[in-house]
């Protein structure tokens, strides 16, 4: 819902010529729902994407299931293999569990963000 208004929102606001996008943590998710509707929508949002001028991420959440049930683990407890085995396994079931809720949507919202086609402005992040 919020990214069909977001997406809206920005094609309403034509005086806008110059847009720069800044998103905190789970803010980058929800921009990559945007670019998901703008670009099933691309002869309606197609102008919004030559208006963007800049992408701005700081504490970007995780992009990759990879990164969350592999890496993450290692990050969170850095000495203790059990404790990492254990929170990789829970994340691996979680991911799987709620696959069709969850999970599909945001790696559909991360994909867009690395490989959209209406926006050829670099993405800065910031960890």
Do not use: C
């Not at 996008?21 to 099933?40: I, K, N, P």
């Not at 407890?77 to 999970?103: C, K, V």
């Amino acid at each position: 819902v919020i990214a069909n208004e977001v997406a809206e929102f920005l094609a309403a606001k034509e005086q806008y010529e110059k847009i720069v996008v800044y998103g905190f943590s789970g803010g980058a998710y929800v921009w990559g729902e945007v670019l998901d509707v703008m670009s099933q929508h691309e002869s309606k949002y197609g102008p919004v994407g030559k208006r963007i001028i800049g992408q701005v991420f700081d504490s970007i959440t995780v992009m990759s299931i990879e990164t969350l049930t592999v890496k993450f683990p290692k990050v969170i407890f850095p000495t203790s293999t059990i404790l990492q085995r254990i929170l990789e396994t829970y994340l691996r079931y979680h991911t799987a569990a709620l696959s069709e809720h969850t999970t599909r949507h945001y790696m559909q919202s991360f994909e867009q963000l690395k490989n959209n086609q209406m926006i050829s402005t670099p993405i800065l992040t910031f960890a």
